[in-house]
């Protein structure tokens, strides 16, 4: 063994232990510590395997949520206190009720919820509605704030976990906006609302066609240096009506609805057009574009994506495909295929959002990858918490052992800058540098850049900063 792949074990090593305690962590974080119930990640999880089981067997499967209904005046009138002692009464009482075939958890704050086999919808939901408006007695009060339910079947209603909690959250939203019964069931009027909201698929597609959806920037920055060498290209789209969306109100759709391709393909060939030029002019290195695992599960993906960007003025050698940690992990074979065949072009691979699943360095190693970006939530807690300090430190360490570029995302502020840059990171992105801005903003930034630079090439991190806010 050399000195060399010595110091990568050790290294290894110490994240995996590092790793472990931090998922004894998440395993202790499965029940919500108030009630002694499943939390939501949790719940989820039971939720999908149930529904599995019920599709198998082909039987109902129902899920009840609630919601307390005067729970903030409780809070407000007696104190934080005296809510938990209510809720964890809740909880009791929900413990209490689920009878065989059901399972109850606190999906957050006064919201929880039931998932039962039980096919007597309307008569079990007012059993839950009884449950909940029973008054307790907190310091001597009789408190009784009382709670809504909205209910869904699979398969009646839904045909799947996500949608089974999506419709029994709209029919709990009714309730809590309409008044009288306080519980209601997924029904007719429901499920015209849920199409109209599959309009958006058509304004969607409308959109795409009418070329809607933009290419942001966010400037990625080199510590040694404290230029601007990098963007990210991040999408947006610019609804008729509803204004600016940001990705998180409409990627997920997409890639339910199977457009996120379609996405992808109109932000790379506009954000490559738009930012060639700069790297034409030697004002940036690096242009990183996101893609969906969805497109990285489609065989031709690398194919298409090599032929795309002979197309541009782009060269390989300047681009970047951020994937996800999640699917290397979900089809190991199928990714090695597309990051070779990208690596073979000179097109570079980052790890996007590294460290929040699996951190899997192995891939790492066995993958020409040469790049990782660490997770915001990570970065978030590096400056005051000492475990996640020493998580990111030792990260960095075994990057550098294996030749790997690491990017911090989501450096908020100049305490993380700091210790990031001391911990040896090459390269920086987040809202305290510059928040992503549409291409015109981008160009401005990086012409005052160009002359900066010039009479300034080792720019401290702070007037970066302040250069580009
Ligand atoms: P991501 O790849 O992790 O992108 C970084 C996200 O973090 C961006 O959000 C960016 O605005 C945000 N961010 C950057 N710095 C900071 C910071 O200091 N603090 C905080 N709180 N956030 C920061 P955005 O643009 O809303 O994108 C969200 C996600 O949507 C992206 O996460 C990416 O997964 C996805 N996405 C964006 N554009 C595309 C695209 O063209 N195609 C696909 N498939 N996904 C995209
Ligand atoms: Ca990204
Ligand atoms: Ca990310």
């Not at 209603?157 to 069931?185: C, H, I, N, P």
């Not at 430190?393 to 305490?415: F, K, N, P, Y």
Request: glycine share 8%; hydrophobic share 50%; charged share 25%.
């Amino acid at each position: 063994m050399t000195a060399q792949t010595g110091q990568i074990s050790d290294l290894m090593a110490r994240i995996a232990a590092l790793e472990a305690e931090r998922q004894q962590t998440l395993r202790l974080a499965h029940t919500d510590s108030l009630t002694g119930l499943l939390n939501r990640g949790a719940f989820t999880a039971e939720l999908c395997a149930r529904l599995d089981a019920a599709r198998a067997e082909g039987r109902p499967l129902a899920l009840f949520v609630m919601d307390l209904d005067r729970f903030k005046h409780l809070n407000d009138t007696l104190g934080h206190h005296a809510g938990d002692l209510f809720l964890a009464e809740i909880g009791e009482r929900l413990r209490a009720e689920a009878g065989a075939g059901e399972l109850a958890a606190r999906l957050g704050g006064d919201e929880f919820a039931l998932i039962s086999d039980r096919s007597d919808v309307a008569a079990r939901a007012q059993q839950l509605v009884a449950a909940l408006a029973r008054p307790h007695v907190i310091y001597g009060r009789v408190v009784s704030p009382g709670g809504s339910v909205g209910a869904a079947v699979f398969p009646a209603d839904a045909a799947d976990a996500a949608e089974l909690q999506r419709f029994a959250d709209m029919a709990l939203y009714r309730v809590k906006t309409q008044g009288g019964r306080r519980w209601s069931a997924f029904d007719a009027g429901l499920r015209a609302e849920s199409d109209r909201r599959r309009n958006l698929e058509a304004e969607l597609r409308q959109g795409l066609a009418a070329g809607q959806i933009e290419p942001w920037f966010q400037p990625v920055i080199d510590t040694a240096c404290g230029r601007m060498t990098g963007v990210e290209v991040l999408a947006r789209w610019r609804h008729p009506t509803q204004g600016l969306l940001e990705p998180a109100a409409f990627v997920p759709m997409a890639e339910e609805l199977g457009l996120i391709g379609e996405i992808d393909r109109a932000v790379f060939e506009l954000g490559c057009a738009r930012a060639a030029p700069w790297v034409a002019e030697g004002l940036i290195e690096v242009v990183s574009f996101n893609v969906s695992p969805r497109d990285l599960l489609d065989p031709g993906f690398s194919r298409k994506l090599i032929g795309r960007l002979a197309r541009t003025d782009l060269p390989a050698t300047a681009l970047t495909i951020e994937i996800t940690e999640t699917f290397l992990v979900q089809d190991l074979a199928l990714s090695r295929r597309h990051i070779e065949r990208l690596a073979a072009k000179g097109v570079r691979i980052a790890l996007d959002d590294f460290g929040i699943g699996y951190s899997n360095l192995r891939a790492l190693m066995a993958l020409p990858i040469q790049t990782v970006k660490l997770d915001r939530s990570l970065i978030a807690d590096v400056a005051h918490d000492g475990r996640v300090a020493k998580l990111v430190t030792s990260m960095l360490h075994a990057a550098r052992a294996l030749g790997v570029r690491i990017v911090a995302e989501g450096v908020e502020d100049e305490a993380q800058a700091i210790f990031l840059r001391a911990a040896g990171c090459d390269r920086m992105q987040g809202y305290w540098f510059a928040r992503p801005m549409p291409g015109d903003e981008m160009e401005q930034v990086l012409w005052a850049g160009a002359s900066h630079q010039v009479a300034a090439p080792a720019a401290p991190l702070d007037r970066v900063a302040r250069a580009l806010r």
